[in-house]
């Protein structure tokens, strides 16, 4: 127990009614945790309050670990042909709102043929600017006319390539490594089509098993990990087979997918707001007006099959992440997230899990995710139980980041 002697300048403790640990829910004395140099010191019984520089008392809260989301777009997709300058100062009001909500990690699944997400990790660990930490995969590494072409008509009319194109073995492993020049931690790629691009649909499979096959080993002998964007099952399976470190979405995929995804322990985020902002609002004609048609329509016709996932996906031994697709929606939506995934009929302790040592497990991250010793010092609040009331996600009124107090009630 810390006394007199070990306590140090600026010693902060933090003390609530419940505590999430990471992997569950503690109450009474420990809900205590002691943060000193940008780390965790103690937590629980062994934190004494006596001694603090600082006591936060939250009464009515639950303590958890700083929040990750392991799939945002912080860059605006629809700032994609504008200057890199603009499309980086949009940026910041998002870091900004999704450090709010709590969440101090986000893992960046990339933009058009920028690397701006790059720029925004240096410039976040530097401290000039506000926001989560970011892990960063710069770019969608995409087939021509695939999810990552972004403005085909202007490569048919003038030859001009929107988007980080490749196709072919050699051009699929020229673009991994042209990722990892930019400094990638992690390659993300399309195997099948998407909601909105505007040359394919979601049930389509863009990328042959030997492009996969080369692209991910590719990213893997340079000591990258992979992420897939595939919503089907036979792109969700090519790229299983090709040996993905995680899946983004797969929301048309079936009961034999999400087993194999299991049987390989192959982590999905599967992003069910992301699907829900839109699905919801099919019968909105203002929630349309200035979105692309096509968008609407491949929805329309998909959202059967996306509401039949998620509940099968509830059912399935998956392990679960928590991303939200943040960018494709407003990022202060982004807690929303842990609300729909439990009205999927997944457990609140899953939901939570995904969203703290979870999300640290697939990000290699063992000093985040988890309130123990040793660990980097985030820590968030929310006034309530999240395992009664997952709304109180969306209330974050303290949030500490590296040791520093960012948001406070």
């Known amino acids: 127990m810390p006394s007199a002697a070990d306590s140090a300048p600026g010693d902060l403790v933090v003390v609530a009614d419940r505590l999430w640990d990471g992997e569950q829910l503690h109450a009474d004395r420990h809900a205590r945790v002691l943060v000193r140099g940008g780390r965790i010191a103690a937590v629980g019984r062994d934190v004494d309050t006596a001694w603090a520089t600082t006591t936060v008392a939250l009464p009515g809260h639950t303590l958890l670990p700083g929040l990750i989301d392991c799939h945002v777009h912080v860059l605006d997709e629809a700032l994609v042909t504008e200057p890199i300058g603009v499309q980086v100062l949009w940026a910041l009001p998002a870091m ?7 969440f101090t990690t986000v893992r960046d699944l990339g933009s058009g043929d920028y690397s701006g997400s790059v720029d925004l990790r240096r410039a976040q660990a530097e401290g000039i600017v506000v926001g989560p930490r970011l892990i960063t995969a710069p770019n ?15 490569a048919t009319r003038f030859g001009l390539r929107v988007g980080t194109l490749g196709d072919g073995v050699a051009d699929v492993v020229r673009r991994v490594r042209e990722q990892a020049r930019a400094g990638a931690d992690w390659i993300k790629f399309a195997a099948g089509g998407g909601f909105s691009s505007p040359a394919d649909d979601p049930a389509a499979v863009t990328y042959s098993q030997s492009e996969m096959d080369a692209l991910v080993g590719a990213a893997h002998d340079l000591g990258l990990p992979c992420a897939v964007h595939a919503f089907n099952d036979e792109a969700v399976r ?15 995929a079936g009961e034999e997918t999400f087993a194999l995804l299991a ?31 096509l968008v609407r329509r491949k929805f329309r016709a998909h959202a059967d099959r996306i509401r039949a ?17 943040a960018g494709t929606f407003p990022h202060p939506d982004n807690w929303r997230e842990f609300v729909d995934m439990v009205n999927a009929g997944i457990p609140p302790e899953r939901v939570l899990r995904a969203a703290t040592s979870g999300a640290a497990d697939l990000l290699k991250r063992p000093d985040l995710g988890r309130l123990r010793p040793g660990g980097v010092a985030d820590l968030v609040a929310v006034p309530g139980d999240p395992l009664t009331t997952m709304d109180v996600m969306g209330r974050v009124d303290f949030v500490i980041q590296d040791g520093a107090v960012r948001t406070r009630p």
């Open 238 to 252: 090519r790229a299983v087979r090709a040996g993905v470190d995680s899946v983004e979405h797969a929301n048309l």
């Open 263 to 293: 049987d390989r322990g192959v982590p999905l985020v599967p992003t069910l707001h992301g699907m829900a902002h839109f699905t919801g609002r099919l019968d909105d004609d203002e929630f349309w007006t200035g979105r692309l048609p």
């Open 140 to 154: 969608l590494l995409s087939a021509r006319g695939g999810h990552g072409e972004k403005e085909p008509a202007l």
């Open 309 to 325: 996932s998620a509940r099968l996906l509830a059912d399935s031994d998956v392990t679960l992440v928590f991303g939200t697709d």
């Open 96 to 102: 900004r709102a999704l450090l709010d909500n709590g």
